[in-house]
């Protein structure tokens, strides 16, 4: 149970999960250049002891591994997991007393505990400009806080705990922020933080914010937990850091004493600035968008404070290993929150959000004189009206019938489906809704559309594991590749626009419909490269599912209107890249030369072998 960021940094050196980097580093684009390789390696966390422009040393990949976040938390995790499984189902209190006596105990020790004086992260009072100003990618709009717990409190209700302390994004310089004055805040107008924004904007008042950086680790996840509605950010991070969340308040500003930093300040209602692009986890840059602006008002930094810092970009990253260990400590909260609902996969490798894959339950079919989803459709209505999973583009959705299966074994979760969907029953669009900020594919700030492929029943096709001659030699549709078993990529020219996309592929409709024997193919993807496409499962995912708008870019072979349902005899998706889509992170390869020198026999990272 840590105390400080430099405690578990000490700690996890001294098991062999840390290493440090001796040698200077740039953070313009070297130091995350380096994360990434490491993380890539399955390396340990790293501290930079020498950091260009600062005199504080910063830590990345604490939690790049599931083993490394489970020795982190190893004292507290099993009483945690207690305490969310209790907020879940407090009959099991009721029904095992004795049992779960400790974890009431446990929670009642965590409480937040207020102190007056002595501020230890406010021993050195410093400017923004003195931080470490970490750029990430070549394209980012300037140096961005990337573990951050941003702190608010309810203008109504004030006080600890009726606060939000989220991981939002903190940009510190670049744009048109006035270095050491202003720094942005980005936020999704849903989230607590915004909420409290709202408030404060119809009192007429400025929204006061503290952004903790550092601190014991358990508040860096606590920051980022989706925990249960009434569970406050600040217990949870006492119990999970086994230490009780120690604040103060200075100048009217909430302070945590345990923080390695702390920036105050102010957002004002309608203040706002160009925040971003930013290099984000669906493997492409958000681009700038106005978001709120915080007027600095003080930056604190404790004695030996160290600067944490994570690099997100196309999964797996840092934040995936995040998302394991969020699951290890709530467990299918989904199943517990959805009737009906046994499993919701949020498939990382196409960006979390876009691809949802889910189990559900199918229990009016013996009502019917032939199966097929009805039950399952109830269920993804409430799957995609329900939190994040309400930013997901794409839910695929079947129950178990005559074997169980798994969501995380993909390649035979979607052939399962894809040998028994209907495509002229089973496709049900959503349009003109809601989609992640970060996902450009609809072409507006979080606008797009949905689609649910839910399927159940008997087999209806023996899917293809082969190229159909069907799908050879066809003019302007080259390179025919099986991506899984149903599935197969067609290489096309480049998109140019969604008149021209929409001639093309009615000709390949068409086309396909002449030469018949298609029932093994399902889905067939128009793409830019379908070599790359083919290559693996990963590249497969992240191409299809955030690079298309369902709306938009499902066509189908044989398609028509059917009272109004859509329906067609088999799915032609369009992924190749659009004008409005974001460009996608590509290194800087100058710098991937540069940071060879921190590999090389007797350099820092000599032992760590980086593809």
């Known amino acids: 149970m840590y105390k400080s960021l430099e405690e578990c940094v000490i700690d996890l050196e001294r098991h062999g999960h840390l290493v440090r980097v001796r ?32 005199r504080f040393p910063a830590v990345s990949n604490l939690f790049g591994t599931l083993e490394r976040s489970k020795f982190i938390f190893r004292h507290t995790l099993n009483a945690v997991q207690q305490v969310v499984k209790l907020r879940d189902d407090p009959m099991q209190a009721l029904k095992h007393p004795l049992q779960n006596i400790s974890s009431g105990f446990a929670a009642l020790k965590a409480l937040p505990s207020k102190q007056s004086g002595g501020f230890p992260v406010a021993e050195q009072e410093i400017r923004i ?50 270095l050491n004055e202003e720094v942005g805040v980005h936020y999704q107008i ?53 230490r009780r969340f120690r604040y103060s308040y200075l100048d009217g500003f909430c302070i945590s004493n345990d923080a390695d930093f702390v920036i ?16 984000d986890h669906l493997g492409y840059y958000s681009l700038a968008h106005p978001f709120p602006v915080m007027k600095v008002h003080r930056v604190f930094a404790k004695k ?38 046994k499993e919701v996969h949020a498939v990382d490798a196409a960006g979390v959000h876009p691809l949802l894959l889910a189990i559900g339950s199918e229990r009016y079919t013996p ?30 959705i079947t129950a178990e019938d ?53 399927a159940y029943g008997d087999v209806r096709r023996e899917l293809c594991r082969d190229v159909p001659e069907a799908l050879k030699r066809i003019r302007g549709f080259e390179n025919a590749r099986l991506v899984v078993p149903g599935v197969v990529a067609l290489q096309a020219a480049p998109f140019v626009s969604y008149e ?65 349902h859509w329906a067609c005899d088999n799915v032609i998706l369009d992924i190749r890249l659009k004008p409005h889509h974001a460009p996608p992170l590509i290194p800087d390869p100058t710098v991937e030369k540069n940071i060879e020198r921190f590999f090389v026999s007797g350099a820092s990272l000599s032992g760590i072998r980086h593809i």
């Open 23 to 54: 040698e200077e580093v740039d953070p313009h684009l070297e130091m995350a250049a380096i994360h990434l390789k490491v993380y890539e390696a399955g390396g340990p966390a790293l501290l930079f002891e020498r950091v260009k422009g600062t």
């Open 129 to 178: 400009g003195d931080l470490p100003l970490i750029k990430h990618w070549p394209d980012d709009g300037g140096a961005f806080v990337t573990l951050p717990q941003v702190y608010s409190e309810d203008p109504d209700k004030p006080g600890i705990m009726n606060s939000n302390l989220g991981m939002y994004r903190i940009q510190l310089s670049g744009n048109d922020y006035r």
């Open 190 to 242: 849903h989230r607590g933080i915004g909420i409290h924004q709202q408030k404060a904007t119809r009192r007429g008042e400025p929204l006061k914010v503290s952004c903790f950086v550092g601190g014991p680790p358990a508040h860096m996840l606590s920051a980022v937990m989706p925990l249960p509605e009434g569970l406050s950010e600040m217990l949870f991070a006492g119990l999970l850091g086994g």
């Open 264 to 279: 105050t300040g102010e957002i004002h209602p309608m203040d706002t600035k160009p925040e971003g692009p930013f290099g």
């Open 304 to 341: 030996n404070a160290i600067w944490p810092f994570t690099v997100v970009g196309r999964p797996p990253q840092e934040d995936t290993s995040f998302g394991e260990l969020i699951h290890e400590i709530t467990g299918d909260a989904i199943s517990g929150e959805i009737p009906g609902v």
């Open 367 to 396: 009502y019917l004189q032939t199966k097929k989803p009805t039950e399952l459709l109830t269920i993804a209505n409430r799957i995609l009206g329900t939190n994040q999973l309400s930013l997901a583009k794409y839910l695929f």
């Open 402 to 454: 005559e074997r169980p299966l798994d969501t995380h074994d993909i390649v035979d979760f979607l052939t399962y489906i894809l040998e028994r969907i209907d495509l002229r029953r089973d496709l049900h669009f959503h349009t003109n809704t809601t989609i992640d900020t970060l996902d450009y594919s609809g072409g507006e700030l979080n606008g797009g559309s949905k689609v649910v492929f839910a």
């Open 500 to 564: 021209d996309a929409g001639r093309e592929l009615q000709e390949l409709g068409e086309e396909l419909r002449a030469r018949g024997e298609l029932d093994g193919c399902p889905m067939i993807l128009v793409c830019d490269d379908s070599g790359f496409v083919s290559a693996s499962l990963s590249n497969f995912l992240w191409v299809a599912f955030t690079r298309s708008n369902p709306s938009h870019d499902i066509y189908g072979v044989n398609s028509a209107y059917e009272n109004k």
